[in-house]
């Protein structure tokens, strides 16, 4: 379809929006009518926390633009508070309903773009539709929570789900100066990072005075009492715990919006999200969908998934243009690149976890390292928990995560990118990358990742996993500790045997010959060393990747 079309575009925020820029930067005579529910078009949704927190103090930061804005620079017609009801494949029309005076008519298009989002997930949990409740989604949400904070002179919140959504609002409510509790019913907070990563987010969290209940879901919100007073609720948790609550923020996950699709015969998906080709078309040739309401392939496992993040909603919404205007792009799939801040840290993830290749079935060898984000001869240096997973045949990139106070985010998108290309290992090992002492070293934590990975690619050394030191209690190996004394004293895994690397070849003697012997040091990188002189002299060892700073994350998160 060229030029002159009638596009309709439902949804105005970060698919629909971009989908409606782009299709007027490649064709000034189209008919280009954006349909949104809210108040708002264009607005950051991915600033909401940060105005809860007072970090965006204005609200008019977040809006982006208006539809008069959007008039004079694209000529696009925006329709806000008009709702899309329903859609007559056949006629090629839509029904639209306005909401503030329940006018209802009809608008015909040649194409059609779905860029609807998902719903914040509100269970079935008896209380929940209790006032002080809050879901986070759009404008008009944050209004009614900084409302509410003010209003109620709430002092104790508890947030609902630990995912990225719920640990924004948990970092900006303590910064409002809120008492903040974070319940989730897995073990872990942010579930796209492996246990032993989000370990450190734990840490952050009770660090800064937020109370965290993992593995403990939330039950009921029971009406609060003389006896229990809140201003919200008393959150009844499964193990019984009572929390008073003069807020609730329900984090709990997001399901695509796709009430509208299901209407008009599209077809879905098996996660319930509109299923569309590589070109982003549905079932219907004429209707195209993006954004957080459509399944997209995981660009590592091949799996259709749910990944509801904004980069792959607004690249989308390009991609999508590109196709109604003549300009046929695919998108290949999402890597599902994400990060976050918590309080001091960062945490970042590319691709696959651990947790998701072991579900696939898809062989994966893993390491962790600490490198320091920057030289350490310059000041200020802070390590990175890193963790990268590959093919252990061939060393392609799978996945990889990290966690430390500098620099992870430039790490996460070298990696990403790294990713996206089919790299290997050995290719990071390669990568030329900017150094200056403030700002990295001259071998970067990700060509350290990848030298780590070679090491084990080429049988230089074995790695054992921090979940693999049980092994030691059932008498199967010996942990060798070969840090320093006085780094031993701040703390060390039981029942290991302590020899200073610097001691080691001397004392030889102590280790047995016919055991496994897993070392450590602190972060991986001597107890490489001690590997490489054991294993050349017969011992049969393992390195405990990540060593003992990985062990005690998982062992304390
Ligand atoms: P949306 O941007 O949600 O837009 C959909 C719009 O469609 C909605 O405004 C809705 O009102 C409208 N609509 C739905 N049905 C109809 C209808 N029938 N008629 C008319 N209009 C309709 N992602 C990141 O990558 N990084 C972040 O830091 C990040 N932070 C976030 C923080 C918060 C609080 C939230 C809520 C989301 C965050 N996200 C983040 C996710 C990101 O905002 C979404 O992935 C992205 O907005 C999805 O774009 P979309 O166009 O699919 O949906």
Redesign the pocket.
Known sequence: MRGGLRLLI???????ASAAARARRLSESAEIIV????PHVSFA??G??YYVGGEIGDKNELLLHTPESLKARFNLDVRVL????AIDRAAQRVRVRELQTGRVYEEKYDALVL????A?LRPPIPGIERPGHFT???VPDVELITGWIEEKKAARAVVVGGG??GL?MAEQLRRRGLLVTVVEALPQVMAPLDPEMAAWLHQELRANGVELYLNDPVCAFHEPDEKAPAKASIVVLKSGRRLQADLVVLGLGVKP?V??AKQAGLELGNLGGIRVNEYLQTSDPRIWA????IEVKDAVTGAWSLI??????NRQ?RIVANNIFGRPSRYDGTLGT?V?RVFGLTAGCTGANEKALKRAGIPCQVIHLHPASHAGYYPGGQPIAMKIMFYPENGRLLGAQAVGRDGVDKRIDVLATALKAGMTVHDLADLELAYAPPYGSAKDPVNLAGMAAQNVLAGDVAVAQWHEVDKVSRGEAVLLDVRTTPERQKGEIPGSLHIPLHELRARLSELPKDKEIIVHCQSGQRSYFACRMLSQMGYRVRNLTGSYRTWKAARDG
């Open positions: 439902v949804g105005g925020v970060a698919g629909g349909f949104e529910r809210g949704n991915c909401l926390p008009s709702e899309v009801t860029s609807p989002g998902a914040p986070v989604r759009n990225y959504i924004e919006e009430g509208l993006i954004g957080d309401a509801p993040l904004a980069g792959p909603a919404g994400a976050i």
